[in-house]
């Protein structure tokens, strides 16, 4: 692939992706490496050919699978919740889906280990990550409630599927000093920060969203 297509044109083009970082400085988005991060990672890779024209607008898109590619606002809001404590080096993602919001992390943090119960989605993101030849991500085929324990503890854990109630799995497999950003809820949702401080977690609780929610089982 080259290069013109990781820059795009037309409805892709970096002036585009300006617009959008300049709608979420808007809204409140404020961590300067996040927005350069989100203005430089191509979005139309991570989506169907037909909808890369609305890549770069502030809405989910469909990726298959009853799934989504999250909202730009949504990925920037909570990589920013998730680094706000600081530098982060092990990072738990909840759900590759189309591996946008693995793709983000990945220029930020030192290693992404993500999980996807959806096979021929994780294969999808798979390629396009190694297209953009990022090569700090661990992917596996498991079960997203169940986190990834043999490669725990993590500094950082962020999931992009909502369950009812916080997995005890996932606040097992957070290091002391860690930051866990999830989606909480059925019917209402709201995004959480859970930060671990020893054996004690601090919940805070921040905007209404809506999410996909957190399943169990695996499909191939």
Not at 124 to 150: C, F, T, Y
Not at 170 to 178: R, V
Not at 182 to 204: A, C, M, N
């Amino acid at each position: 692939m080259n290069q013109s297509n990781f820059d795009g044109i037309g409805m892709t083009s970096r002036r585009t992706r300006e617009r959008l970082v300049q709608r979420l400085r808007g809204q409140g988005i404020s961590d300067q490496t996040v927005l350069d991060t989100i203005r430089q990672c191509p979005r139309h890779l991570f989506c169907d050919e037909a909808l890369a024209h609305r890549a770069y607008e502030d809405s989910a898109l469909p990726i298959g699978h009853q799934q989504t590619l999250s909202q730009p606002y949504i990925v920037a809001r909570m990589t920013e919740l998730l680094l706000a404590g600081g530098p982060l080096q092990r990072v738990l993602e909840i759900g590759t889906g189309s591996g946008y919001q693995t793709a983000v992390l990945a220029q930020l943090v030192g290693n992404v280990y993500s999980v996807e119960r959806i096979k021929p989605l994780q294969d999808k993101a798979r390629e396009r990550l190694r297209l953009l030849k990022i090569n700090n991500v661990s992917l596996q085929h498991s079960d997203g409630g169940m986190g990834w324990p043999r490669q725990a503890p993590f500094d950082g854990i962020i999931s992009t599927a909502a369950p009812e109630q916080v997995p005890p799995e996932l606040l097992e497999q957070l290091a002391p000093g860690g930051r866990l950003v999830i989606p909480v809820g059925v019917g209402e949702q709201y995004l959480e920060l859970i930060e671990r401080h020893g054996d004690e977690f601090e919940r805070t609780r921040f905007e209404a969203v809506r999410f996909v929610p957190l399943r169990g089982g695996l499909v191939r």
